[in-house]
């Protein structure tokens, strides 16, 4: 299990990786983060959600991602600016009133940090060939 999680952390921060480091410049919405648990790590409906939650709470802990919301548009991401256990329990909060798993821009984004751009680059994921 701990191959398949540090695989997905991988897929993930190679999904939010800069421009600098071979990437999009893109940001990961939570629907898409539930994607890549269920596919990575191989969980059952009932189990993505505590699945999805561990991972969030890995990448950041791990200084790997910081979850935050668009303000205006598309290019103005502002991180919470919350701790890790508030952020979690806001994210499981929304996520509960939903009463369903999130879809495309629902309830938070992540955006790579420098580590998570780093580790993005050693990964193997990246291709400079576009």
């Known amino acids: 299990m701990k191959m398949e999680l540090e695989a997905t952390v991988d897929q993930l921060v190679v999904d939010g990786a800069s421009r600098a480091v071979g990437g999009y410049d893109d940001w990961v919405d939570l629907f898409v983060m539930t994607v890549r ?3 990575g790590l191989g ?3 009932e189990d993505l959600r505590r699945s999805t939650m561990a991972v969030i ?3 950041l802990s791990n200084g790997l991602m910081v979850v935050g919301d668009f303000v205006d548009d598309m290019t103005n991401f502002v991180p919470w600016g ?12 929304e996520w509960n009133a939903l009463g369903r798993d999130p879809r495309l821009w629902e309830i938070c984004w ?4 420098a580590a998570g751009n780093e580790r993005a680059q050693r990964s193997g994921l990246i291709t400079t060939e576009k």
């Open 37 to 39: 648990v269920r596919d």
């Open 57 to 59: 709470e890995y990448v």
């Open 110 to 113: 992540f955006e790579n940090t």
């Open 43 to 45: 969980v059952s409906d």
């Open 82 to 93: 919350i701790s890790i256990s508030d952020a979690l329990a806001r994210i499981d909060g």
